[in-house]
Nanobody
Framework: QVRMVESGGGSVQPGGSLRLSCAAPVTIFSRSVMGWYRQTPGKQRELVAR???????TYADSVKGRFTISRDNAKNTVYLQMNSLKPEDTAVYYCNAYAPIFNRDYWGQGTQVTVSS
């Protein structure tokens, strides 16, 4: 069973910053587009950001200029640096690995991010 380990969630005031981390098995990480999704109650899970194997990144319009995704290939870890956080960023954040060679998705357990004054 593939295990992806997330960390870094928590509570922060508006305008604050958090960094999420997700470590994946090397057999998955090296073959996958790595991404972060988020979900709030009653809504569908939505893409926040993703980085492909070559490092090309994609962001949701709502986070452009505030969030940065990066991958450390030596540590098989993907990060999401979140700055200038807003209350509407409050959600459970999930790490995702999509491996085209296996044609499947792998998900982390989710980590809560709460932005509130």
């Amino acid at each position: 069973q593939v295990r992806m380990v997330e960390s870094g969630g928590g509570s922060v005031q508006p305008g604050g910053s958090l960094r999420l981390s997700c470590a994946a098995p090397v057999t998955i990480f090296s073959r996958s587009v790595m991404g972060w999704y988020r979900q709030t109650p009653g809504k569908q899970r939505e893409l926040v950001a993703r980085a492909d194997i070559s490092g090309i990144t994609t962001y949701a319009d709502s986070v452009k200029g505030r969030f940065t995704i990066s991958r450390d290939n030596a540590k098989n870890t993907v990060y999401l640096q979140m700055n200038s956080l807003k209350p509407e960023d409050t959600a459970v954040y999930y790490c995702n690995a999509y491996a085209p060679i296996f044609n499947r998705d792998y998900w982390g357990q989710g980590t809560q991010v709460t932005v509130s004054s």
